[in-house]
């Protein structure tokens, strides 16, 4: 069992939609952080928190929102998505943002946009 | 830049075999690296990690990975494979960025066939 929860597990929007993904964690962890994955490819880092302040940003389009309402929560909104927005978005945490801390991640949304 | 590189996008053995996953990095400190799995539907585990505390470094599931700076590697190995351990696995290195962020190389899909 994962100790990171992702809702919902399945999303399929419209590109006119605007759905939220939702991602919770109770290990205390203070650094939390999107990836989206394409099938056969590795995770792509998309955003991170560190102590529920934006720390990166790799250059995502204005279409993905992150949010971090605490330390334990972070959603990621989503507006006028495309097609190739469809992908599993991965949620992960650590300890901190430091070398040696690994990530622990959630099971993923499999987003398909029509 | 600090990177990883795996070597072979797809490895087959068989059940009882010897497993040998490659992983070469770049980086002109030492690093710190990572081994992850994916399993079907799922988000990412941690196998095992390297910190320069011990160049060989034992994870779970019976993987292990040794660390050998002549050779700029990060090899995964485990004596005997399993069915179960059929997955997509990921070297991963964490690169400083205003903290640091986890780059993951393309990965391995590991066959096990009975």
């Known amino acids: 069992d994962t100790e990171v929860t992702q809702t919902p597990k399945h999303l399929v929007m419209g590109m006119t939609n605007k759905k939220s993904l939702k991602c919770e964690q109770h290990m205390g962890h203070r650094a939390m952080y999107w990836y989206k994955q394409k099938a056969k490819k590795p995770p792509e880092l998309m955003f991170v928190?560190?102590?529920?302040?934006?720390?990166i940003n790799e250059s995502v389009p204005s279409r993905f929102s992150p949010e971090c309402p605490n330390s334990s929560l972070l959603n990621l909104h989503l507006h006028a998505l495309q097609p190739e927005d469809s992908a599993l978005y991965l949620c992960a945490s650590s300890q901190e943002v430091t070398g040696d801390s690994p990530l622990h991640f959630g099971n993923g949304t499999r987003l398909t946009v029509t | 830049a600090q990177s990883v590189t795996q070597l072979g996008s797809h490895v087959s053995v068989s059940e009882g075999a010897l497993v040998l996953l490659r992983c070469n990095y770049s980086s002109s400190v030492p690093p710190y690296l990572f081994w992850y799995v994916q399993y079907p539907n799922q988000g990412l585990q941690l196998l095992l990690k390297y910190t320069s505390a011990a160049t060989l470094v034992k994870g779970i599931n019976g993987f292990e990975a040794e660390f050998k700076k002549s050779e700029t590697s990060f090899h995964l190995t485990k004596p005997s494979a399993h069915m179960r351990d059929a997955a997509e696995y990921f070297c991963?290195?964490?690169?400083?960025?205003?903290?640091?962020?986890?780059?993951f190389g393309a990965g391995t899909r590991l066959f096990v066939k009975a």
């Open positions: 928190y560190s102590y529920e302040k934006l720390s």
């Open positions: 991963a290195v964490n690169k400083r960025a205003g903290g640091f962020k986890t780059i």
